[in-house]
């Protein structure tokens, strides 16, 4: 089995700043795309950032220059720095990533639970 726990969300003021860690653990050979998806109350889930294994980076137009997404291979872990938060950054935040658990098989969608980001005064 697969399971990808996140961690670090919570109530933060506009302009304030969070930092979330996802850690990929379990039946894994290996991990390549790994990053982070959002949903907002009535609203679909969006792609936020996402990083490949070798460091490239990808963000939505609404998050870039604030947001910073990271990871650390060799701990199956991915980040999200969020910086300059808005209330329209609320939303449930979603950990992905594309593990190949075996040589023979191939990479499949994982998803962590998610965790609630408020951004509010």
């Known amino acids: 089995q697969v399971q990808l726990v996140e961690s670090g969300g919570g109530l933060v003021q506009p302009g304030g700043s969070l930092r979330l860690s996802c850690v990929a653990s379990?039946?894994?050979?290996?991990?390549?795309?790994m990053g982070w998806y959002r949903q907002a109350p009535g609203k679909q889930r969006d792609l936020v950032a996402t990083?490949?294994?070798?460091?490239?980076?990808y963000y939505a137009d609404s998050v870039k220059g604030r947001f910073t997404v990271s990871r650390d291979n060799g701990a199956n872990t991915v980040y999200l720095q969020m910086n300059n938060l808005k209330p329209e950054d609320t939303a449930v935040y979603y950990c992905?990533?594309?593990?190949?658990?075996?040589?023979?098989?191939?990479?499949?969608?994982?998803w962590g639970q998610g965790t609630q980001v408020t951004v509010s005064s």
């Open positions: 992905n990533a594309q593990i190949q658990r075996r040589t023979w098989m191939s990479a499949n969608d994982y």
């Open positions: 379990g039946s894994i050979f290996s991990i390549r795309g």
């Open positions: 990083a490949t294994t070798s460091g490239t980076t």
